[in-house]
């Protein structure tokens, strides 16, 4: 199983590793038997060479046609759910699609694409196609503004992460992730099971964290990946008393020291990691010393060929596992003239550690005073009985811009409570430094809600 | 409780977070005198808009941001809620 050059996902899947299988919340499918049979009712060989839009709604079906169709298909766009018409048609424009394999066929008749194929649960094939080129993977932006944008991987560059570390890392993992797989972090936990040789078991939107929990339980999950505010959602569940994985992995947002130490302390068995990645630059590192932030000797050439550095406060990447390049018609250049691309992601050098503190764009100016959203939030869920938590701008006729505070409270806690963790809620505001003179108000709210890519809904001001 | 109590009130909370050591709160006290700096200002104006539902400074373009204490308390009454 171990290769040094991928071609294909076929090549990881075969009948010598038993009892593989990849399941949502009510089927599963063998992964061990998958190269005998398709999803495409037998029309793989329609798509050699071409442009095709994965748009199935389904999370297994759309798995296993992704395995079908790689090493086959020119280019394959991943189309996560609920994106609108406007969007998809963009999308068809832009990536040149001429075939949309979906399992809901209907709406697709007059998409004017010239072949709308149908996908379903796997069914035994009569003819095998073999892998005749690396498929382009195109893939979504995740960012929370305006149109998404199309980022064009190599199956290399995507797995680059897990083939560096070899297989012998993760031995007999039943892998799963909050994330949805069409989107980065959760596309490359399955990649991990496909190529590491293990089992996934993939989310369902409409699932509750509780019965989600009960269902990792029940199919022997071993390793685990989702964003800080998916962790934080379990944590708060109280539902994760009995789960106990392996491997508990972070991404897609910063992990501060309260998400980490709350996931050391309720998974006492598990390596708990955390990872930076982006849709555009790839997977840059994954830290395990449980401790926020990363080391600052990772600045600079790493063994495995990434390359990052500092510039004006943000993380830039040279990468071979980055995106090769945006896609479409008005597509910005996604590097810079010697191949770093611009995370906008923003570190400070603390000691020896850089810690992230926040988006480029997501700075709130109070009055002069430039903080970051994130660096509220570190600082306020450093309280014990703090859940969650949102700051977000709200405009002020004297200084512009005040910081508002909405905070989740661990279930429990006495509303007579509220004023007395208000006041010491400041006061470890006070003690952060930069942060010392905010936020101006703080509000105790029931939830907080989560985007489909699992990052925290910032509304914007 | 009167508008005149819930903002001193929220003064008082103010200086003690921003260690403030406030004068004694009288109408003609000039506010640059109460040792609040811009941010305990905002703060203030933010925490009164949840507390009594109104902001003076931001629904008429044309009120002028008061001088004294007493005429900060009069921008408060004198808003229809």
Redesign the interface.
């Given at each position: 199983m171990c290769r040094s050059e991928i071609s294909a996902l076929r090549e990881y899947l075969g009948p010598e590793m038993k009892g593989r299988s990849i399941s949502d919340a009510q089927q599963s499918v063998s992964l061990t038997d998958i190269l005998g049979e398709t999803c495409l009712g037998g029309r793989l060989h329609e798509l050699v060479g071409r442009s095709v839009l994965m748009a199935v709604e389904d999370q297994l079906i759309s798995a296993i046609a992704m395995t079908e169709v790689d090493g086959v298909a020119w280019r394959m766009l991943l189309c996560p759910p609920g994106l609108n018409s406007a969007e998809v048609q963009s999308l068809i424009e832009d990536a040149d699609i001429d075939v949309v394999v979906t399992d809901q066929p209907a709406p697709w008749m007059d998409a004017g694409v010239y072949l709308v194929v149908a996908a379903r649960l796997p069914e035994t094939a009569l003819t095998k196609e073999k892998t005749t080129r690396a498929t382009e993977w195109l893939m979504l932006t995740s960012g929370t503004s305006g149109l998404p944008k199309i980022v064009r991987h190599t199956l290399d560059g995507l797995a680059g992460a897990i083939t560096a570390e070899g297989p012998a890392r993760h031995p007999n993992a039943t892998w799963a992730t909050f994330y949805d797989i069409r989107r980065y972090g959760g596309l490359q936990i399955f990649l991990r099971a496909v190529i590491g040789g293990g089992s996934m078991v993939l989310s369902d939107a409409g699932e509750s964290v509780a019965d989600h929990i009960a269902r990792l339980r029940a199919r022997g999950v071993t390793h685990i990946s989702g964003t800080p505010s998916h962790w934080r959602k379990v944590l708060m569940s109280g539902a994760a008393a009995n789960f106990s994985p392996r491997y508990v992995r972070l991404s897609g947002e910063i992990a501060d020291q309260a998400v980490l130490d709350g996931l050391a302390r309720t998974f006492p068995h598990a390596s708990i990691g955390h990872a930076y990645a982006s849709t555009e630059a790839g997977v840059g590192f994954a830290v395990d010393d449980g401790r926020e932030g990363f080391p600052a000797d990772l600045i600079g050439p790493s063994r495995d060929g990434v390359e990052m550095k500092v510039v004006d406060g943000s993380l830039r990447i040279r990468s071979p596992r980055a995106a090769r390049a945006y896609i479409g018609a008005e597509a910005p250049q996604l590097t810079d003239a010697d191949g770093f691309i611009d995370t906008g992601d923003m570190v400070e050098l603390r000691g020896e550690r850089y810690h992230f503190v926040g988006r480029r764009g997501g700075i709130i100016n109070?009055?002069g005073?430039k903080v970051h959203p994130e660096e509220i939030e570190s600082a306020i869920n450093r309280h014990g009985c703090v859940r969650m938590s949102r700051a977000r701008s709200?405009?002020?006729?004297?200084?512009g811009s005040?910081v508002?505070a909405d905070v989740v409270l661990a279930d429990g806690t006495a509303a007579g409570r509220h004023e007395t963790i208000r006041?010491e809620i400041?006061g470890q505001c006070?003690n952060s430094p930069g942060i010392h003179?905010?936020p101006?108000?703080i509000?105790f709210v029931e939830r907080l809600d989560v985007t489909a890519a699992g990052k925290l809904a910032r509304a914007e001001a | 409780m009167s508008v005149r109590v819930r903002i001193f009130e929220a003064m008082q909370q103010i200086a003690e977070?921003?260690k403030v050591v406030l004068p004694p709160l009288e109408d003609d006290l000039l506010l640059h005198e109460t040792g609040f700096d811009?941010?305990a200002?905002?703060?203030l104006?933010?925490?009164l808009e949840?507390d009594l539902g109104i902001?003076p400074?931001?629904v008429a373009d044309a009120v002028a941001?008061p001088s004294t204490v007493g005429e900060l308390v009069r921008a408060y009454e004198n808003v229809p809620v």
């Amino acid at each position: 199983m171990c290769r040094s050059e991928i071609s294909a996902l076929r090549e990881y899947l075969g009948p010598e590793m038993k009892g593989r299988s990849i399941s949502d919340a009510q089927q599963s499918v063998s992964l061990t038997d998958i190269l005998g049979e398709t999803c495409l009712g037998g029309r793989l060989h329609e798509l050699v060479g071409r442009s095709v839009l994965m748009a199935v709604e389904d999370q297994l079906i759309s798995a296993i046609a992704m395995t079908e169709v790689d090493g086959v298909a020119w280019r394959m766009l991943l189309c996560p759910p609920g994106l609108n018409s406007a969007e998809v048609q963009s999308l068809i424009e832009d990536a040149d699609i001429d075939v949309v394999v979906t399992d809901q066929p209907a709406p697709w008749m007059d998409a004017g694409v010239y072949l709308v194929v149908a996908a379903r649960l796997p069914e035994t094939a009569l003819t095998k196609e073999k892998t005749t080129r690396a498929t382009e993977w195109l893939m979504l932006t995740s960012g929370t503004s305006g149109l998404p944008k199309i980022v064009r991987h190599t199956l290399d560059g995507l797995a680059g992460a897990i083939t560096a570390e070899g297989p012998a890392r993760h031995p007999n993992a039943t892998w799963a992730t909050f994330y949805d797989i069409r989107r980065y972090g959760g596309l490359q936990i399955f990649l991990r099971a496909v190529i590491g040789g293990g089992s996934m078991v993939l989310s369902d939107a409409g699932e509750s964290v509780a019965d989600h929990i009960a269902r990792l339980r029940a199919r022997g999950v071993t390793h685990i990946s989702g964003t800080p505010s998916h962790w934080r959602k379990v944590l708060m569940s109280g539902a994760a008393a009995n789960f106990s994985p392996r491997y508990v992995r972070l991404s897609g947002e910063i992990a501060d020291q309260a998400v980490l130490d709350g996931l050391a302390r309720t998974f006492p068995h598990a390596s708990i990691g955390h990872a930076y990645a982006s849709t555009e630059a790839g997977v840059g590192f994954a830290v395990d010393d449980g401790r926020e932030g990363f080391p600052a000797d990772l600045i600079g050439p790493s063994r495995d060929g990434v390359e990052m550095k500092v510039v004006d406060g943000s993380l830039r990447i040279r990468s071979p596992r980055a995106a090769r390049a945006y896609i479409g018609a008005e597509a910005p250049q996604l590097t810079d003239a010697d191949g770093f691309i611009d995370t906008g992601d923003m570190v400070e050098l603390r000691g020896e550690r850089y810690h992230f503190v926040g988006r480029r764009g997501g700075i709130i100016n109070i009055g002069g005073l430039k903080v970051h959203p994130e660096e509220i939030e570190s600082a306020i869920n450093r309280h014990g009985c703090v859940r969650m938590s949102r700051a977000r701008s709200r405009r002020s006729p004297i200084t512009g811009s005040v910081v508002v505070a909405d905070v989740v409270l661990a279930d429990g806690t006495a509303a007579g409570r509220h004023e007395t963790i208000r006041a010491e809620i400041f006061g470890q505001c006070k003690n952060s430094p930069g942060i010392h003179k905010v936020p101006a108000v703080i509000r105790f709210v029931e939830r907080l809600d989560v985007t489909a890519a699992g990052k925290l809904a910032r509304a914007e001001a | 409780m009167s508008v005149r109590v819930r903002i001193f009130e929220a003064m008082q909370q103010i200086a003690e977070e921003q260690k403030v050591v406030l004068p004694p709160l009288e109408d003609d006290l000039l506010l640059h005198e109460t040792g609040f700096d811009s941010l305990a200002f905002a703060i203030l104006v933010a925490r009164l808009e949840d507390d009594l539902g109104i902001d003076p400074f931001t629904v008429a373009d044309a009120v002028a941001f008061p001088s004294t204490v007493g005429e900060l308390v009069r921008a408060y009454e004198n808003v229809p809620v």
